[in-house]
């Protein structure tokens, strides 16, 4: 049984005050949203703050926008993402719509444009994005350590003009830093009303034995003023005063995890599901076709074996699986079962797919035709390809875990591998570079101690066509083995169209590029693969000599070891003609 975490969740002390100043309208907007229960763990805390250009009439409500926008939107982007990719894109938007309302306005001066300073804290991370020259500082001793560049160009020793900043373009150039945290860190945000009139050191004066912030901000603000500030000003400032703890690695899904569920009998029912029978039973887990009480619509439950039931690395992963499929929404994806309860033991309930594996249909169509081979990849494609926009890898492709239905229809199944980059921003001990996938099917890298990437992905799927097209492996076995890069550079492809005559020399050529040891030289895109194997890339036409030995090296040395044959042969017969 997997008991509720006793890490302490992430906790920081938050204090903030802003001002117009000696001006009429505060053109400046903060805000910091501190969640609670998943959202906490999946998504983190988020401060930030914009400085509207004072130039404009409208520049506080992009200031506005800026930020609630940040606040707001980012915690409706999918858990499974990074904070680096739900932050950016939220950002790349809210800055299209400042910079289309500022197309509108004659000069650019009077424009939707603002400064923009956020912070997201996760898990045991600190994420920066910073654009214009609201600045972002850490508290170091009793100094301040700025960590973000202003982006204002100088035309002389008195003017000046933001070069970067919300509204600006059409695209936006977003400064990013991530950096480790540490209890007792502490982060400022400020405009340059607070930081063009106290030094570093005057702030860090005040912040260093502050215990009251929201009044410390207050202070700042007021000696920033008495020095003289013109500006609009605003600071915020934020302690770390609980980290969850590194190994806790049932943070995993953010909730408790229930205890394991017995193995059932048949014929037998659990939790409003009536099994029917046994799909599939190993050291791993138990598989039963089920029917909904309620529905009627059947259903595949996936139980842990009695082997691995004490195992909590195992039993976090499967709470994954129907975590991963509720977040992909693909025909090519194995979708969940409908949740019409909530559950009381931990097992994996997903749709029933009437069909075959992969690995079966291939056994039952040994020489299947090109087109036929191109229609699957084209759709596991697809299917990897949602994985892939949720910042999923799925770790474990090969035949045994695609299914095909009676209508055709291809789907990608079992989640057990699947890396995804939220979920282990959250719980970075995760990351051990396990190989978790089968090894005929595993990229070259992952042997190296590499995390698998997307590139990974399409390795297997390379090796997955090359299979179907000729019944064998790329490099045999030999990928497996070669656990050091200088094994790895003497990995050979074997040349599908020495395999066999149904694979023209442009397809063969792609099959090698996906397959290739190195990740850099694979496609940029699946699609890019899944397009080659269609039609013939100009790229591989060329005039360029290419020799047998790298063409189809296993020809090569065959003729070698003929050649070698027939010379001996030769030096034979001389011998034995002078004698």
Not at 45 to 73: M, N, Q, R, Y
Not at 101 to 114: E, F, L, P, V, W
Not at 495 to 504: F, G, H
Request: glycine share 6%; with cysteine; hydrophobic share 40%.
């Amino acid at each position: 049984m997997l008991m509720k975490s006793s890490a302490n969740p992430l906790k920081v002390q938050l204090g903030q005050h802003s001002s117009a100043g000696v001006k009429t309208e505060n053109q400046d907007f903060h805000g910091a949203l501190v969640p609670d229960a998943q959202a906490l763990v999946h998504k983190g805390i988020a401060i930030a703050l914009a400085d509207g250009i004072s130039s404009s009439d409208v520049a506080h409500i992009a200031s506005e926008i800026a930020v609630k926008s940040f606040l707001t939107d980012y915690y409706c982007t999918s858990d499974a993402w990074s904070v680096r990719t739900a932050a950016s894109k939220v950002i790349q938007s809210t800055n299209s719509w400042l910079f289309s309302q500022s197309k509108n306005i004659a000069s650019r001066d009077r424009g939707y444009i603002t400064t923009f300073s956020g912070l997201v804290l996760k898990g045991r991370q600190g994420h920066l994005f910073h654009v214009g020259d609201s600045r972002i500082w850490r508290l170091s001793g009793n100094s301040l350590e700025c960590l973000t560049e202003d982006h204002r160009l100088y035309v002389s020793e008195t003017q000046s003009h933001l070069n970067r900043a919300f509204g600006l373009s059409a695209t936006i150039e977003i400064d990013y830093r991530a950096i480790d945290l540490k209890v007792g860190d502490t982060f400022v945000l400020t405009t340059d009303g607070v930081h063009e009139f106290l030094s570093p050191a005057e702030l860090a004066r005040e912040i260093t034995s502050a215990s009251d912030l929201d009044a410390t901000a207050r202070t700042v603000v007021e000696r920033a003023l008495d020095a003289g500030s013109t500006d609009n000003l605003t600071i915020q400032i934020v302690r770390v005063q609980k980290l969850p703890d590194a190994d806790a690695e049932d943070m995993l899904t953010g909730e408790v995890l229930l205890p394991a569920a017995p193995i059932p009998t048949l014929p037998g029912y659990h939790e409003g599901y009536r099994l029917l029978r046994n799909l599939q039973s190993t050291s791993r887990s138990h598989i039963f076709l089920a029917e909904d009480e309620e529905t009627g619509v059947p259903a595949v439950l996936k139980f842990p074996s009695m082997d691995l039931r004490d195992d909590p690395g195992y039993l976090r992963r499967l709470a994954l699986e129907e975590w991963v499929a509720r977040r992909i929404s693909s025909p090519h994806v194995l979708r969940p079962a409908p949740a019409h309860r909530e559950k009381q033991s931990l097992f994996v309930a997903t749709e029933f797919v009437d069909g075959q594996t992969l690995r079966q249909w291939m056994t039952d169509n040994p020489l299947p035709d090109l087109e036929t081979v191109r229609g699957i990849l084209e759709q596991i494609a697809k299917g990897l390809r949602a994985f892939h926009r949720k910042e999923m890898v799925h770790q474990d492709l090969r035949p045994e875990n695609i299914m095909i239905d009676t209508s055709g229809t291809v789907k990608i199944i079992d989640f057990g591998s699947v890396r995804i980059a939220g979920v282990m921003e959250a719980a970075p001990t995760l990351d051990r570079a396990e190989i978790l996938g089968t090894h005929q099917y595993t990229a070259p890298e992952v042997f190296l101690g590499y995390l698998g990437t997307e590139r990974s992905d399409q390795f297997s799927l390379g090796v997955i066509a090359y299979e179907m097209l000729t019944g064998r492996l790329p490099f045999g076995g030999s990928v497996a083995r070669a656990t050091s890069e200088r094994a790895q550079s003497r990995l050979r492809y074997r040349s599908a169209v020495s395999q066999t005559e149904r694979v023209p020399e442009w397809v063969d050529r792609a099959l090698s590029k996906a397959v290739n040891p190195v990740p850099g030289k694979r496609y940029e895109a699946l699609s890019e693969f899944i397009e080659d194997l269609r039609r013939p890339n100009p790229r591989f036409q060329t005039d360029q000599f290419e020799p047998l030995a790298v063409r189809n090296p296993v020809l090569f040395w065959q003729l070698v070891s003929a050649f070698l044959a027939a010379a001996c042969l030769f030096l034979v017969f001389q011998i034995h003609g002078n004698s």
